[in-house]
């Protein structure tokens, strides 16, 4: 009798490992640990950068103070936009955070719900995947063509804003309407609407979608219920709230002052809207946001369409930064093009092998843009001073001036310092209020500058009118307390003086 041969131990060890990565989906792992690594880099990145005073008033400090305000139960009103909250955006799903604020909550609580709900994102496109190209391996791969999106990354560099935390819930939308899950779909719909108004016309499209697809009732009712609601919030609650009117309605020059009219002028004047489409940085723009995904998204048309709205707005804009895929205006538009792009590979992959292909083209083109534009540490930009790497030799002396200011004293400061003292009734970024900057729809009801009790500055980002400001307030109303390293504090002394 032969003896039994011996047995490897470390091959046991293996086998039983890869036994138990079988146990627990090697899929879902991917796709978790993917997630996870994305997320945890730009928890990071974006901690980091906040913690260095890399971080704005815009849009950082507006959302911040906001929905502090929310949750003490104060009048919403943003001194750092000069707007009402109810008259400034629809992000309604803002009040959701409030709650947060009551336990400590801040500007790192804002960044790790826009990762959470960015990186939420790629479940929804894994799963839709799933379903449309019956393979959960490709499914990962375009989840993973998402998170390398360029555009993608630098909404969290971004740091927040409403649009961003849009995404994810249209795009779950989206699949629990191709998949008819209809409470999923009502859920996730009004949470995405409840961002920001412009959600309301992709919606629109996605209802004329779900009709196409055989459900003609639902999406009848998704179409009038996304149009009603972007009317109500744009013509009525805005204008009701801030006396005037939308305040991007004045971003369209020639084309009018309401969607109305510039849908109008550009059918009535079709050529004027065509060459605006193809000045150079718009040609510039399309490039950046459809070479990641290597321009299939136009396989089908028809889903693309849910970019198209707001694609049109940023087009039509005077507003430049409107067209950078660095900020929140390109999350809808992205949103269309990933749900199109995924139909694309639909479509396109009438084979196993061909939706291989197809679904590597954009790995590859997505990996490519990334290192070419992206923010994130495998990029070539990444040293190029977008995140606040290395020490500041002047953070000791920021601290410092940030700490000198009593809690909710009124508060002018320069804008990366704002979000640092966002959590007051009345914070500005100076010159306002002595100045109107960006401030209400066209400047209109500046408050007193009399209510400023403390400036915290930095002498080496104000311009030749702000430094004459400055030396005329240290010499009446404001005294400095601290002066270190060009960062100065000073506080108000005096009344201003009366004029004749």
Request: hydrophobic content about 50%; aromatic content about 14%.
């Amino acid at each position: 009798m032969k003896p039994p041969p011996e047995t490897d131990p470390d091959q046991v060890d293996l086998d039983e490992l890869v036994q138990w990565v079988k146990r627990r989906d090697p899929v879902r792992w991917a796709l978790g640990a993917m997630i996870v690594v994305w997320s945890l880099i730009f928890l990071r990145l974006g901690w980091e950068r906040h913690d260095r005073f890399a971080t704005f008033g815009f849009d950082l400090g507006v959302y911040d103070q906001v929905v502090w305000l929310l949750s003490r139960f104060k009048e919403p009103f943003m001194t750092i936009r000069g707007l009402h909250f109810w008259g400034f955006h629809g992000n309604y799903a803002l009040v959701l955070l409030a709650p947060f604020y009551w336990l400590g909550a801040g500007p790192v609580f804002l960044l790790f719900v826009q990762v959470a709900a960015q990186a939420s994102g790629a479940i929804a496109i894994f799963l839709l995947a799933r379903d449309r190209l019956a393979d959960r391996w490709l499914a990962v791969g375009m989840a993973g063509v998402l998170l390398l999106n360029p555009t993608y990354q630098y909404l969290v560099w971004e740091y927040f804003h409403p649009d961003a935390l849009a995404i994810a819930p249209f795009l779950f939308a989206y699949w629990a309407a191709r998949t008819r899950r209809w409470k999923w779909f009502a859920l996730a719909a009004v949470l995405a609407v409840a961002c920001k108004e412009d959600v309301a016309l992709s919606m629109a499209v996605l209802g004329v979608l779900i009709a196409r697809w055989g459900d003609r009732r639902i999406g009848a009712i998704v179409v009038g219920a996304a149009v009603a609601w972007f009317a109500l919030v744009t013509r009525v609650i805005l204008p009701h709230v801030n006396g005037i009117k939308a305040f991007y309605d004045t971003f369209f020059g020639e084309f009018g002052s309401s969607p109305f009219e510039v849908a109008k002028n550009v059918v009535v004047n079709p050529d004027r809207a065509l060459k605006t489409a193809t000045l150079p940085d718009r040609m510039n723009y399309y490039r950046m946001m459809l070479a990641p995904v290597a321009f299939l998204c136009f396989a089908s048309f028809s889903t693309f369409l849910i970019a198209a709205p707001m694609l049109a707005i940023n087009i039509l804009s005077t507003f430049p930064y409107q067209r950078e895929i660095r900020y929140h205006y390109a999350a809808l538009v992205l949103t269309g093009i990933i749900l199109a792009t995924v139909e694309a590979v639909a479509n396109l992959g009438t084979t196993a092998s061909l939706k291989r292909f197809f679904v590597g083209l954009l790995l590859a083109t997505s990996l490519a843009t990334t290192v070419a534009w992206g923010p994130s540490p495998i990029s070539v930009k990444y040293h190029s001073g977008l995140w606040a790497q290395g020490p500041d030799p002047r953070r000791d002396s920021k601290q410092q001036a940030v700490a000198m200011v009593p809690e909710g004293a009124a508060t002018s400061a320069i804008y990366y310092l704002v979000p640092h003292l966002s959590q007051r009734v009345r914070i500005y970024e100076f010159p306002v209020p002595w100045k109107p900057v960006n401030w209400g729809v066209n400047g209109e009801n500046l408050h007193d500058p009399a209510v400023v009790r403390w400036l915290v500055l930095d002498r080496t980002l104000l311009n030749a009118d702000d430094k004459i400001l400055l030396g005329q307030l240290l010499a009446g109303e404001f005294e400095m307390r601290f002066d270190k390293d060009d960062v100065l504090v000073a506080e108000r002394v005096r009344p201003p003086r009366s004029t004749p």
